[in-house]
């Protein structure tokens, strides 16, 4: 089953000034991304506490760990990285909870 990450980056002080060589990096990171699994399937440029907003698929969280470790080797960003549920897992989600009692505090 295909899981979907979501990951705000921001650029390192090194990020910043190698700025230009940053579509250089994109073909390296697809070589990562490939080796471990996983498919980018957006971007966004961000304004805001991050500089981009990347969306991600894989497989499997390690590989999306293991991607992630390789790009922070790199250097060139810091990230934070987020397991997302779309609307057909939230529905689930409320349906395997909504016939449980709500305990009392």
């Known amino acids: 089953?295909?899981?979907?990450?979501?990951?705000?980056?921001?650029?390192?002080?090194?990020?910043?000034?190698?700025?230009?060589?940053?579509l250089k990096r994109g073909d390296l990171t697809a070589e990562i991304r490939e080796r471990n699994g996983v498919q980018m399937t957006d971007w966004y440029l961000t304004l805001g506490r991050f500089d981009v907003a990347l969306f991600f698929e894989a497989e499997t969280n390690r590989g999306m760990a293991q991607t992630m470790v390789e790009l922070g080797r790199l250097g060139a960003i810091e990230t934070e990285t987020m397991l997302a549920f779309g609307k057909d897992d939230y529905a689930e989600i409320l349906g395997d909870i909504s016939n449980r009692e709500v305990p009392e505090l």
């Open 1 to 22: 089953m295909t899981q979907t990450f979501i990951v705000l980056v921001k650029m390192t002080e090194k990020g910043r000034i190698e700025f230009a060589d940053s």
